[in-house]
C-alpha cells in the first residue's frame, strides 16, 4: 500500500507538472501560489498590454487575453483557458468583452518628452541642435520687471546680430538667490499668477518676440545652461547634428 500511494502521488505530481509548464505557470514561478490558493479574480476576453519588453521602443510587450489575480496582485497571465482553468468556487469571473487593459503607470517625476525628441529627431531627420540665439537671464525681483529685462536684452541681440525669421532665440531665467531662491519659484511665476498678478506665459514672450520662434525656460535644457548669464551665444549644430555654442556679446543690464 505504501508504495501503490507513493506511485499515485508521483503520478499526480507529473500531471499537475505538465499543466503548469503547458501554460505557462510553472516558468513564470507560480507553481505554489497556484497550488496553495485558487485566484480571487479571473479577467478574460480582454486586450491585456503587458509592456513587458524591456527595450526602450515602440512595442507594447506581450497582449494576453486573461490574466488571474489575488490580493491585488496578478498571480499570472495567458489565455482564456488556461486562466479560466484555475477558477476555483469562489473566483470572481470578469469578461472584458474585448476592452483594453493597461498597466498602471507610477513615476514620481519624469520628462518623457526629452526622449520623444530624440526619437522625433532619428524618424524624420531633424537636427539635433535647435540653430539660433540663446541666453541666460537672472530673473528680476518682479514678473513684470522680469519681462521688461527679457524685453531689453532680445532687443538688443535684433540690434547687433542678423537674426534669421528661422532662428531660434531660446532665454533661459535663474534664480536670483531672494525673491525667487530657486528654479521651483521660477517656475512658479512662469505658470502662475505672482503677487504683482503678472504670470509668463506664451503670450508675453510672443509679444516680446514676435517674428521667431522661441523659447522661455525656468533655468537648464537648452544648449547653455552652464554658462555665466548675460551673456548671447549663438548655436550651430556640426555634421553629426550636435551643437557648437559661439560666444557672441554681453547683454549689459
Do not use: C
Not at 43 to 58: F, L
Not at 123 to 151: H, Q, R, W
Request: charged share 20%.
Amino acid at each position: 500500500m505504501r508504495f501503490y500511494r507513493a506511485s499515485r502521488l508521483v503520478w499526480l505530481s507529473i500531471i499537475i507538472s505538465s499543466f503548469l509548464f503547458s501554460s505557462g505557470l510553472f516558468a513564470q514561478g507560480n507553481i505554489l501560489e497556484v497550488l496553495v490558493n485558487y485566484p480571487d479574480l479571473i479577467v478574460h476576453n480582454a486586450k491585456i498590454i503587458t509592456v513587458d519588453d524591456e527595450e526602450y521602443n515602440s512595442n507594447p510587450g506581450t497582449i494576453a487575453q486573461a490574466m488571474a489575480v489575488r490580493d491585488g496582485m496578478i498571480l499570472s497571465i495567458g489565455d482564456n483557458d488556461e486562466m479560466l482553468a484555475l477558477k476555483g468556487p469562489d473566483t470572481e469571473v470578469m469578461d472584458m468583452k474585448g476592452k483594453t487593459i493597461l498597466p498602471g503607470f507610477v513615476n514620481n517625476h519624469h520628462h518623457p518628452q526629452g526622449s520623444m525628441e530624440d526619437i522625433a529627431r532619428e524618424m524624420f531627420d531633424l537636427p539635433g541642435a535647435l540653430v539660433g540665439f540663446y541666453i541666460n537671464l537672472v530673473v528680476a525681483p518682479t514678473p513684470d520687471e522680469t519681462l521688461a529685462k527679457v524685453a531689453r536684452a532680445v532687443g538688443m541681440l535684433q540690434e547687433r546680430a542678423d537674426v534669421k525669421p528661422t532662428d531660434w532665440i531660446g532665454i533661459e531665467l535663474f534664480p536670483d538667490g531672494e525673491t525667487f531662491p530657486d528654479l521651483g519659484s521660477v517656475s512658479f511665476m512662469m505658470s502662475a499668477p505672482a503677487e504683482a498678478d503678472a504670470p509668463i506665459g506664451t503670450n508675453e514672450l510672443s509679444e516680446i518676440v514676435p517674428e521667431n520662434p522661441a523659447v522661455l525656460m525656468s533655468g537648464g535644457g537648452i544648449h547653455i545652461s552652464d554658462k555665466d548669464p548675460g551673456v548671447w551665444y549663438y548655436v550651430r549644430q556640426n555634421d553629426t547634428g550636435d551643437p557648437i555654442v559661439e560666444e557672441l556679446f554681453t547683454f549689459e543690464f
